[in-house]
């Protein structure tokens, strides 16, 4: 195969003028993801609590040795890994970790 071959300036290619960019398209609807807790046992109503006051975030689910399944719905992928950031900050908890993760047409 003969391909054509194109020239580059130097100087556009360093300044990044020569790179085409595609536009950054937001999902059609908000986004829904799981994330499994581990935390204290004995502080697990306290945490419990502070997940719930977070925006979009309920508990699916819980185990009394300090494992909780939340259910976040977002409006965008940034604000779903903020939720998680905040979420694997909070005191007492061991790790946050994201078990599910879809975009939700019907959201919008």
Known sequence: MI????????RALI?????????????????IASILVQT???RLDATEAAITALRGCEIYGRDEKGKLVVVVDAP??????AT?????AL????????VFHAVDPGAA
Do not use: F, H, K, W
């Not at 391909?3 to 130097?10: F, G, L």
């Not at 300044?15 to 908000?30: A, C, E, I, K, M």
């Open 40 to 42: 204290r046992p004995d």
């Open 76 to 81: 965008d992928a940034g604000s779903l890994g």
């Open 15 to 31: 300044t990044g003028r020569v790179l085409q960019t595609d536009p950054v398209v937001p999902s059609p609807g908000g986004e």
């Open 91 to 98: 005191p007492n908890v061991y790790s946050a970790s994201l």
């Open 84 to 88: 998680l950031n905040t979420i694997s």
């Open 3 to 10: 391909r054509a071959q194109t020239t580059i300036d130097r």
